[in-house]
Every structure is written in C-alpha cells, then in structure tokens.
C-alpha cells in the first residue's frame, strides 16, 4: 500500500519523507489556503517547493471548473515537475479534461469521489487515480468503507489500471480498514501516519527491556 501526506505544510512534509515511507503527496485549495499560500506565482512556488522535498508524485488541484481551462491549468501544472499528478474534480468537465490529459501521458488523480459510479467513469476516462473521500463520508454517517470495497470490485472485474486512492483519512484504523479493502494508496495526516507505530504495549515492553538491562549491567 502507498502512504501519501495529505497536507501542504512543508515541515510536516519533511518529516513524513525523512521517515522513509512516503509515497506521494496530495494537496487541494483549501490545505494551500491554511498554509496561508495564495496568489498564483505563490502557489506555483509552493508546488515546486514540495516537488523538492519529496522523491514521490504530487497531486496538485485545478481550480477551473471548464474544460478548455482546466486541459491549460492541467498542462502548466504537469510542466512545473514530472512529480506533478494534475488533480481534477468530479464533474462533467472534470472527467473530458481527465480523458485529454491522459491521451497526453499526463497523470490525474480525480478528487471528490463520493460514489462507485463516479469511480467507474473517471477510471474510463483514464484517471490515473480516484480519489473517494472515506471521512467525509463517515461524517455523514454513510459507509466510506463499502465505497472502496465497491470500487476494488468493479477495477478488478474490469482490470483498471486506475488507483484507488483512499482520501479524507482520518485515523490509523482508516489506514488499515483500508488496507485491508484493497485500496492501493491512501492520503491522510501526518498524524494518522505517526499513529500506526504507537500501541501501549510496545511503550511498556521496551521500557521493561531497557530497565533489565541496566539492572543486569548493575547500573
Ligand atoms: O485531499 C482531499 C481529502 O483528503 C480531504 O480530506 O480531511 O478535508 O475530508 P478532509
């Protein structure tokens, strides 16, 4: 399973790629904005500042909603670095800009999943990735884990090439469920990511070992 950071905070970025497990990065509009990044040129920047940490892919989100603009959006953001993902929303333009982009060979990952259905058309029109929003889903009391269950069955039967990538992750349990679902990359917190590595017994087992050590070697 990839582990991508969803997060546009460098620092965090940093840390995510210096503990040697990451895969990739996702960043949208509003996790550029609470890093206080805004005006074109700035979060133009900001891409290439991420693409120079990490040896992974990047998503980076259009912001057009049309199609002729988000193909030229979609086509300068692919020329910033060969790590650049061009992230599209689920809709109608989305899905025509995410089929020209891909007869292009350049990668999409389209956001803003919320049904099977939307995963099957964007996965026929070439997306690189979904990308279905697991926590928003939960947090609307619906089965965020029956969606990625779906779409795994539906890029089986029909061999897609297309990557679910679980989003709106959480949590560790998240990581796992999903994990356990099939879903080939998920994006969550770096919180979420740390998380994996604590159980209490682990805590209480090392400290024990470190204090029957000192105690043999008579410290
Ligand atoms: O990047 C898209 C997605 O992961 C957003 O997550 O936490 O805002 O629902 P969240």
Do not use: W
């Not at 020329?79 to 989305?94: A, C, E, F, H």
């Not at 917190?189 to 994996?196: M, Q």
């Amino acid at each position: 399973m990839k582990f991508f950071i969803d997060t546009a905070n460098l620092d965090q970025i940093r840390e995510a790629q210096d503990l040697g497990v990451l895969d990739g990065v996702t960043t949208n509009p509003s996790l550029m904005a609470k890093e206080g990044i805004t005006g074109d040129q700035n979060v133009i920047n900001h891409y290439k500042a991420i693409c120079d940490i990490v040896d992974a892919n990047v998503s980076a989100e259009v912001i057009s909603t049309d199609y002729e603009s988000m193909i030229k959006e979609g086509e300068a953001l692919a020329k910033l670095d060969p790590k650049i993902v061009v992230k599209i929303p689920m809709i109608k333009d989305g899905v025509k800009a995410i089929k020209y982009l891909s007869s292009k060979g350049i990668r999409t990952n389209c956001t803003l999943i919320f049904s099977a259905g939307q995963a099957l058309i964007a996965a026929k029109a070439g997306a690189s990735y979904v990308s279905p929003f697991l926590g928003r889903l939960d947090d609307i009391s619906t089965d965020g884990f029956q969606l990625i269950e779906d779409i795994r069955l539906i890029f089986d039967n029909y061999q897609y090439e297309t990557e679910i990538l679980a989003a709106s992750v959480r949590g560790p349990m998240h990581i796992v469920n999903c994990a356990k679902l099939g879903a080939d990359v998920m994006t969550g917190p770096l919180s979420a990511i740390l998380a994996l590595m604590k159980h209490p017994l682990t805590d209480s087992g090392l400290a024990q070992f470190l204090a029957d050590h000192a105690k043999a070697a008579g410290k």
